[in-house]
C-alpha cells in the first residue's frame, strides 16, 4: 500500500516563505516522480512541479518558476517544496502525487492535501 503525506501548509503574509514536505511510506519504487499540485477554490487543478527520484530532474510550472524550489531526500523518502515570496494568488491545498514513470497511470498516488493561505 501506498501513502502519500504532505504537511508543513499554513497561512502567511505575503512575500513570506514556507516549506511543504511530502513523505512516501507503504511500497516504495526504485523509479517515480513525486509532483506537487493545488487547487484553489473554484479553480481547476494546476501543476506545481515535480521532480524525479533517480536523476533529480525538476521541473515547474510557469507561475511558480523562480520562487518555488523542489528538492527530495532519497533516503528518507521525502520530497520537499520550498515556497518563496508567497502571493496570495498561491492560496490552495496543496497536493503532492507520485508518478511511476510509465508502469502505471499518470500521478497514481496522491495525498490528501495541506492548505497553504497567503494573505494581502
Known amino acids: 500500500q501506498v501513502q502519500l503525506v504532505e504537511s508543513g501548509g499554513g497561512l502567511v503574509q505575503a512575500g513570506a516563505s514556507l516549506r511543504l514536505f511530502c513523505t512516501l511510506s507503504?511500497?516504495?519504487?526504485?523509479?517515480?516522480?513525486m509532483g506537487w499540485f493545488r487547487q484553489a477554490p473554484g479553480k481547476e487543478r494546476e501543476f506545481v512541479a515535480a521532480?524525479?527520484?533517480?536523476?533529480?530532474?525538476?521541473y515547474y510550472g510557469d507561475s511558480v518558476k523562480g520562487r518555488f524550489t523542489v528538492s527530495r531526500d532519497n533516503a528518507k523518502n521525502t520530497v520537499t517544496l520550498q515556497m518563496n515570496s508567497l502571493k496570495p494568488e498561491d492560496t490552495a491545498v496543496y497536493y503532492c502525487?507520485?508518478?511511476?514513470?510509465?508502469?502505471?497511470?499518470?500521478?497514481?498516488?496522491w495525498g490528501q492535501g495541506t492548505q497553504v493561505t497567503v494573505t494581502s
Open positions: 507503504g511500497q516504495t519504487f526504485g523509479s517515480y516522480t
Open positions: 521532480i524525479k527520484r533517480v536523476s533529480g530532474s525538476t
Open positions: 502525487a507520485l508518478d511511476r514513470d510509465g508502469t502505471g497511470p499518470a500521478y497514481e498516488y
